[in-house]
């Protein structure tokens, strides 16, 4: 059995694509979007609301931490995890139970995507010092349960990239890893976090490379607008690096002069 999700500005294009599914295939109508697969949609003339708060309860009440303190980040800004090979281990089933359930959980909450994807690399050994780090992850879900992403119907059709990166933040090989996001008017449409290929030399290398691969997403998300009819000229990237920034512009300047 498989689940589909359509729609359409059209409620006659509704009736008429069941109409040939039905005529393919055995099926039955759900009616209104407002559930699947853990995802809460909810509907309304102003826009869509996505969260994921009843999964979320789940996952506090499966791991025990429904009576726990909440905190305000997901991360505390002094959390610098390493391989920690003298600590103490940890159940291996338990940790990977728990690093699962919150991946799935990113897919609505993009706010603790780079710290549960950090923590997912302690799966082969998990230490005690990683499982304290997803407790606390944790704690800062018991307080933002309601928490989801919104997506206004009204909002104005423009494309921003956003790109960022941490200096050497995997302290295994080095690497930094790469964040950007992209929002169309108001909503969230895309998000990357992922450690880069090569070990940055600078920091100005490492918010480089991520830009870099803010731009590649721009450039498919364009595509995609305009296969909707939708055609997007100028997109802003931004980028909180000096350096980065006029490196783009000395490169984009140097190849629009061989260009001649």
């Not at 949609?41 to 708060?53: A, D, T």
């Not at 002094?78 to 103490?88: F, I, R, V």
């Not at 450039?219 to 100028?234: A, H, M, N, R, V």
Request: proline letters at 2%; aromatic letters at 10%.
């Amino acid at each position: 059995m498989d689940d589909i999700i359509f729609g359409s500005s059209n409620e006659k294009l509704c009736e008429d694509f069941v109409k040939a599914m039905q005529g393919e295939f055995e099926m039955s109508m759900i009616g209104e979007l407002s559930f699947f697969l853990g995802l809460q949609i909810k509907q309304s003339k102003e826009g869509i609301f996505v969260c994921q708060s009843k999964y979320c309860n789940d996952i506090l009440k499966k791991f025990e931490m429904k009576s726990c303190k909440v905190v305000a980040t997901p991360m505390s800004t002094n959390c610098y995890l390493s391989a920690d090979e003298a600590g103490p281990e940890v159940d291996q089933t338990k940790y990977r139970g728990l690093i699962g359930s919150l991946l799935y959980l990113t897919m609505s909450r993009p706010d603790i995507m780079f710290v549960v994807y950090l923590c997912a690399r302690f799966q082969s050994s998990p230490k005690e010092s990683h499982l304290k780090t997803v407790k606390r992850i944790l704690k800062y879900l018991k307080g933002t349960t309601s928490v989801g992403l919104w997506y206004h119907s009204h909002s104005p059709i423009h494309l921003v990239g956003y790109s960022d990166s941490d200096f050497t933040g995997c302290k295994l090989d080095r690497k930094s890893t790469s964040g950007t996001c992209h929002l169309l008017g108001s909503s969230l449409i895309s998000r990357h976090n992922k450690r880069q290929a090569c070990v940055a030399l600078s920091i100005a290398e490492a918010e480089y490379i991520a830009a870099g691969s803010c731009y590649a997403q721009i450039l498919w998300i364009k595509q995609q607008l305009e296969d909707f009819g939708l055609k997007i000229s100028k997109v802003p990237l931004l980028c909180d690096n000096t350096s980065a920034i006029n490196l783009t512009k000395k490169l984009g300047s140097t190849f629009q002069d061989q260009a001649y």
